[in-house]
């Protein structure tokens, strides 16, 4: 309102209301509708046009409107966003238009309604449906792995602007390896599901992006009906269980260990029962194949994606541990060849050089970067500790920490 009514005293005021597209990209997932937004705003009185933003930045639309004036809170000078406001004084330049800046409101009141939205967005029936909403929404949605609070926080707080965009992770995975490997276990299903709920509250607690889980096998029939039930009641939005069955190894592993392929009928079985066993259309059970990582060939993986798809499989993760993307491309392209809908999910974590936008033309969904957080921090811990060891203090591990100050205010407080 602050800014409306200063606006309104300089003439007539144009509103650029962000479209749920450019929203989704920076900031977080709106909590009402576009035509929604647009109305709060037209009833304040004090504006001329309300229009659609389709971007963040403003190429398009200063040059279109031609504003006398842009006016804006001043919360914009530091961090990413402070790209949008270079970019918005670049375009006022070319014409001699004149950017006005006003005070932020910073009050009790203005944190509630923020603390609320956040709330919202946190509660399991609005996080669930979500992963389905950004996959409508998102040329492909970006999922990092998380397994704590803190890890969690960066899945949900890290927004970079390159090359004049600014850009944020849509979802969070919960991964089997990095779940296990934090707790010093191997991946092997002996992490259990009651564990693996604790750190999904713990992540849960602290975020509001939709969750993936790495449901490993999903066990026994008899046991994955009511987990399925425990996931979606919590605002899990997805597991994505493997077709594996007997002792699961890490499939990046390959064939080094010996690893057991379930059969078509098991595992359609268990789709079946899980989707039956759901009591909402927004949870997803995403069935992945290993036929690429066992080396049963492209036609067997295929064969079993039609089948899962018939089972009521939401979507279908193919994985492979080739250096090159050869065979997920070519999946990809014979797969939608066929199905155009079926949401396909890929872990890029050995062919590793292919780009989200490469992905997205070959028609996959969603991307997983399924460890690559834990394996950052273990050799940052490790060389710390090796240096602490080494020098009978800390001091010389100083310069590879992260301020004192910061750590402690890293938490928000309540
Ligand atoms: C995991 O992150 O636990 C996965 C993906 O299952 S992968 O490790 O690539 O098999
Ligand atoms: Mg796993």
């Known amino acids: 309102m602050n800014i409306l009514r200063e606006a309104a005293r300089h003439g007539d005021v144009y509103v650029g209301v962000l479209s749920d597209e450019a929203m989704v990209g920076f900031n977080r997932f709106p909590t009402i509708s576009l035509e929604q937004r647009m109305e709060i ?87 669930r449906r979500r992963l389905r909403q950004l996959i409508a929404m998102r040329p492909i949605v970006k999922t990092l792995e998380v397994h704590s609070g803190l890890t969690g926080l960066i ?22 390896l990095c779940d296990s490997t934090a707790k010093g276990k191997p991946d092997i299903e002996l992490v259990d599901m009651s564990s ?17 889980l790495d449901g490993d096998t999903g066990g026994l029939v008899e046991h994955f009906v009511y987990n399925v039930r425990t996931l979606e009641r919590m605002g899990v939005s997805a597991v994505i269980i493997e077709d594996k069955t007997g002792l699961k190894k890490n499939s990046l592993f390959g064939t080094e260990v010996e690893q057991t392929q379930d059969s078509i009928e098991n595992f359609c079985a268990k789709i079946s029962a899980g989707k039956k066993a759901l009591r909402t259309d927004d949870f997803m059970i995403i069935a992945r194949i290993e036929s690429l990582i066992l080396e049963r060939g492209m036609e067997d993986a295929l064969k079993r994606a039609d089948a899962y798809v018939q089972a009521g499989a939401d979507g279908i993760m193919i994985h ?39 992905l997205a033309a070959a028609g996959v969904n969603i991307v997983i970067y399924a460890n690559q957080l834990t394996r950052s921090a273990f050799p940052a811990m490790q060389g710390t500790a090796v240096e602490i060891l080494k020098n009978h203090r800390a001091l010389e591990a100083d310069s590879r920490l992260m301020p004192f100050k910061d750590i402690i205010r890293l938490i928000d407080e309540i």
């Open 41 to 127: 705003v037209r009833e304040t009185g004090l504006v001329k046009e309300v229009m659609v933003q389709q971007e963040v930045m403003y190429d398009r639309v200063i040059p279109e409107v031609r504003p006398d004036y842009v006016v804006h809170g001043d919360n914009w000078a530091q961090g990413p966003e402070s790209a949008i406001r270079d970019n918005v004084i670049k375009n006022l330049k070319e014409y001699g238009g004149e950017l006005l800046e006003v005070p932020y409101t910073y009050n009790d009141r203005v944190k509630r309604i923020d603390d609320q939205m956040k709330e919202k967005l946190a509660m399991p029936e609005f996080r």
């Open 155 to 176: 899945a949900e707080k890290t927004v970079v602007e390159s090359n004049g965009k600014l850009d944020q992770f849509d979802a969070m995975w919960i991964s089997s």
């Open 196 to 212: 693996r709920i604790r750190t999904i509250d713990d992540v849960m607690d602290v975020t509001t992006k939709p969750i993936i």
């Open 320 to 358: 492979s541990r080739q250096k090159s993307p050869d065979e997920i491309l070519k999946f990809c392209h014979l797969f939608r060849e066929k199905d155009k809908k079926t949401p396909i999910v890929v872990v890029p974590t050995s062919f590793n050089s292919i780009t989200e936008e490469e």
